[in-house]
């Protein structure tokens, strides 16, 4: 059996299209909106009209790039959140259009676990690079800062979340006080390179179980800037590279730890990472040495499937679709949505 899944991501600012066919990717197009740019962070009404502007070429680009005509489609898969609301209309509308008018279903996609589930994208048919179940994933991204435990496709439980911040904000936060570019996390991370991890001592939070909090860490950074500020009015620009530095070991330090806590705890040694913040390269690096010291089986995404993609989208609902769990047309996406 032959199963052609479009799927279709438009939760935030990128606006993506994606074809798998059996779990292959043959295509994955994203359009990202530069117009936020200057407003330091996503303006939500601007994202919609941006989406409803580039939805139908990015489609129409997806399909040419897989070599595959919409006669061909099985099914339509798109996200029905987490997200913004107006972002996500637009996608779950020309979703409900094109899936009624090729009489095809349409398969809700959960954002988040899509974002694990990228670990189950194939590049090739004969890529088996997936992880086996049970395995740890740690979700981080600019909205998301959790620790889950994935059982099955469809079977994942959040064990350790975010109380505040996520990472990802805890980066653009910081970054935005020492006046850098939005988003923040990945100018830190290219300042960083250049720093030194250990010249500043941010706090770190204690709290119990597999929950973090970055709030703690933010005001510590605010505070040491204002007090060094006070002695040395280029502070920031003299010492950025190291600021950088040490935020971001900070950061992967509170992260890792808690993990590493996770897996002694359940005794589960096959750990992925997900979303935008695991395109960190302080991140990726100390996950692969965790790796080799406890002896994990690690799985770090390609670069390409840390952010926003539909091809994400599409795997998901291939799952789902051969499970006939489809969606039905007078569905709404929600803002709000947890995984489980
Ligand atoms: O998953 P994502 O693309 O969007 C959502 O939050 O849904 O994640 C975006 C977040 C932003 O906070 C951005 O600063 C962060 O991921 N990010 C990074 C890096 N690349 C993206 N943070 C640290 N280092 C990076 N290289």
Redesign the pocket.
Known sequence: MTVTILGIES??DDTSAAVIRNGVMLSNIIAGQDVHRRYGGVVPELASRAHQQNIIPVVAEALRCAGVEKSELNAIAITFGPGLLGSLLVGVSFAKGLSASLRIPLVDVNHLQA?VLAHFIRRTPDDTSAPSFPFLCLLV????SQIIRVEDYDRMEVIGRTIDD?A??A??KCAKVMGLDY????V??RLAAEGNPKAFTFAKPHIPGYDYSFSGLKTSFLYTLRDCLKKDRNFIENHKADLCASLQSTIVDILMNKLLQASNDSGIKTLALA???S???A?RESFAHYALRYGWEAHIPLLAF???NAAMVAVSGYFKYLKKDFCRMDAVPFARVTIG
Do not use: K, Q
């Open positions: 939760s935030c974002h991204s600019g909205g998301n996520a990802g904000e980066f653009d988003p923040g996390g990945p830190v991370n979303g935008g913040v395109a960190n390269t991140l840390t952010t926003d």
